[in-house]
């Protein structure tokens, strides 16, 4: 049984809260919708097809717009107006970034995000501005890092403040060094790192360990150095 949509203006949010709009109802769209939800956000979903909205729960109490992402009604039918991000998630890179293209163009929403199956289109893309998350290219990313040593990789860009979000690999040199020896030795900041699969929020004493996932910020101008450092440490950590 498909449940009736909820197509009206946003609801009333509480205080800290801020308004979403997700394109495409999917495994990834619904759970992002929840997410949100879940986090005390307004969610406003679209999908061109109804039945897509089975998949958010019973009580799921944001907004279901049946329709196309792109389609600048259906859009300020699920309240792109009031938005402070959208992500488009559906199963066609098309779609995701017209609508993406659309809602930063026509509705000034600058924090929007695009899922991507083609790699080489994603790298496109991020030159126009819009962030894209590359679904094949990151998950056999993934996937290798768990395997083999490479080279820092971008998941992450902000082109207008020009940072990115970098997966890198320490040398065993940094192992039992801490963050903050590292972020004296190199113009960047730890963003995150992963450890034993839960992410961690690192503070200046934290000690890295092994097989820790580091997320670094830095300017993409700086990385070559950055990784050169990371691999051989500087001439006091190698002492």
């Known amino acids: 049984m498909v449940k009736s949509p909820r197509t009206g203006p946003p609801n ?12 495409g109802c999917g495994r990834v769209g619904s759970t992002l919708a929840m997410q949100l939800s879940h986090r005390g956000h307004s969610v ?22 049946t329709g196309l992402g792109f389609d600048r009604d259906v ?27 659309v809602v930063r163009e026509t509705f000034g929403v600058s924090n929007v995000v695009a899922r991507i199956y083609d790699p080489e289109r994603a790298a ?18 993934q996937v290798l890092r768990r395997l083999i040593p490479l080279p820092a990789k971008v998941e992450l860009h902000n082109s207008t ?13 940094w ?13 960047a900041r730890v963003a995150f790192l992963v450890r034993g699969g839960e992410g961690v929020i690192p ?32 001439e006091e950590e190698g002492e």
């Open 44 to 65: 406003a979903v679209i999908d061109q097809d109804p039945e897509a909205f089975s998949r958010l729960p019973d009580d799921f109490p944001g907004q279901q717009v």
């Open 75 to 101: 859009l300020t039918k699920a309240g792109i107006k009031e938005a402070t991000g959208f992500a488009a998630v559906s199963s066609g890179d098309n779609s995701n970034i017209i609508s993406a293209r």
């Open 203 to 234: 503070r200046w004493d934290t000690v890295f360990q092994e097989g820790d996932e580091i997320r670094l910020v830095a300017h993409p101008e700086d990385i070559t150095a950055i990784e050169r450092i990371l691999a051989e440490g500087t």
């Open 12 to 23: 009333g949010v509480a205080f800290g809260s801020v308004h979403y709009v997700i394109m």
């Open 161 to 173: 403040a020009k940072l990115s979000i970098y997966h890198v690999q320490l040398g065993e040199v």
């Open 175 to 187: 192992l039992g060094s801490s963050v903050g020896s590292l972020e004296d030795a190199t113009p």
């Open 124 to 141: 496109i893309y991020e030159r126009f501005g819009v962030p894209t998350v590359p679904t094949v290219s990151w998950t056999t990313d």
